[in-house]
C-alpha cells in the first residue's frame, strides 16, 4: 500500500497557522512512509472561495517547502463526478430527495432545541415514494438507522458513535451543488487517500463520512484527529495574539526552517529534543506521538529558534530570505558587502530578519545622522588624536582583512598608551553612527576604505563643530 495523505484547505482566507500545522504533518507523515502527498482546494463554498485565497494557500505551502506530488486538485472541477455518484446513491435507495421546506427544519430545530434535544432532521421524507415534482428539493444521505461507527483514531484512540445521534445529511443543495461532507468522501475515495489527518473540529464529521463510504463501497482510510492550537492566554488562537498566517511570519522576519521546527512541536515530541533538521523530521515523525491536549503557541520560542537558524543554516541561504527584507526596507544592496557576509557578521546580534536588514543599512547607505547618546559619549574632543591617528593608518593600509585591521586599530591604542577602547569605541560611532556593530575588523572590512575614511572625517568635523561651541 502506498501511503497517501492530503492537505485540504478551504480558499476562504489565507493560510493560517493551524492549517500550516495539519499541512505540515500530513506531509511529515507521507515523507516518513515514502508516499505520496496531495494537495486538494475544497472551494464548493463559491460565495466565499477567493483567487487570492488560493494564491495564498500556495505561496505559504511553497514558502514553507511543502511541496505537493500531486494537485493541486479543486473541488469546482469535479461536479460532475460528485454528481453522478449522487444519482447511484438515489437509483440504490441509499439517497433521497426532500422537499422539506427551510422554513419546516428551522422550525422543527427550534423546537427540538426548546426541548433541550440536538436539533436533527426526523426523516419525514425519508420513506417517501419519488414523484414527478417541480418542487424544490435537497438530496439527503440515508443514514443507518441502527448499530454504530467505530475508528481506531490516532490520537485519540477508539471513537464511537451510535447511528441514533447522526440524521440523514445534505449531500447536494436545492441549486444542485454537491455540499463539503460528500464532495470530501468522493475525493478521499478517488485520490486514493490512505490517511486524513486533520483537526479535531472534524471529529463529528467522521462517522457521516464513513457511512457515506461504506455505501459507496470505498475503503475507509485512517484517521489522526488533531488538538487545536491555543495562545498564551489558553484562548483559541487568533489575530489578537500576533500573527496567524504564515506570510506573515515571513513578513515578520521569521526563517521558514524556524516556523516548520516550532510547528512540528506544537502538539508532537521526541524526548526532550527541541531543534530538528528537516531530515530528523521526517525519521522520527509518526502520529501516535501527536499529543491530545492543545498546545500553546508561544512567540518567545519562535524567536529563539528562528536566532538559532540564522546563525546556524547557511549564510548563502539566510541572504537568500533576506533580500526581501532589504527590498521591503528599500536598501538598496547594489553597493557594499555580499548580503551574505553580512548574515555572517551579524546574526549573532538580531532576533528576526526585519531586525537583521535594519541594522545592516549602514553598510550599504550613508546613515543620516549620529545616534545622539553614542555620539555625546565618544565624539568627544578628547577623541579627536584617536580618529587622527586610526585614519592615518587606514589610509596606508593596502591589505584590507580582519588580521591586519584589528592590529592597525592596536597599534593606535598603543601609540597614544591608551586601552582599545579608547580608540574602539570613538572609530565603531564614526564609521557606523551608532554604539553598536560586530567586530570593528570586521565591521571596518564590510564597509571598505574608501566609507570609512570618509565616515571618520565625517565624525572629526562633527567633533571640530562640537569643540566650537564650548
Known sequence: M???TRFAPSPTGFL?????RTALFSWLYTKSKGGKFV??????????STQEAVDAILEGMTWMGLTWDEGPFYQTKRFDRYKELILKLLDEKKAYKCYCSKERVNQLRNLQESAGEAPRYDGKCRDLIDQESNAPFVVRFKNPKLGSVSFDDHVRNNIEFSNTELDDLIIQRTDGTPTYNFCVVVDDWDMQITHVIRGEDHINNTPRQINILHALGAPIPEYAHVAMILGDDGAKLSKRHGAVSVMQFRNDGYLPEALKNYLV???WSHGDQEIFSEAEMIELFSLDKINKA???FNNEKLIWLNQHYMKTLDPDYVADHLKWHMQTQNIDTTNGPQLSAVVSALA???KTLVDLASSSRYFFEEYKEFDAKAAKK???????AALELVQQKLQACTTWTD???QALIQECADELEVNMGKVGMPLRVAITGAGQSPSLDVTLRLIGKERCLTRISRALAFIATREAAQ
Request: aromatic fraction near 0%; avoid cysteine.
Open 403 to 405: 588580521e591586519i585591521l
Open 265 to 267: 512541536r506544537l502538539g
Open 348 to 350: 549573532e546580534r538580531a
Open 16 to 20: 493560517h497557522v493551524g492549517g500550516a
Open 2 to 4: 502506498t501511503v497517501k
Open 378 to 384: 565618544h565624539l568627544r574632543p578628547v577623541a579627536k
Open 39 to 48: 494537495l486538494r482546494i475544497e472551494d464548493t463554498d463559491v460565495e466565499r
Open 294 to 296: 492543545p498546545s500553546a
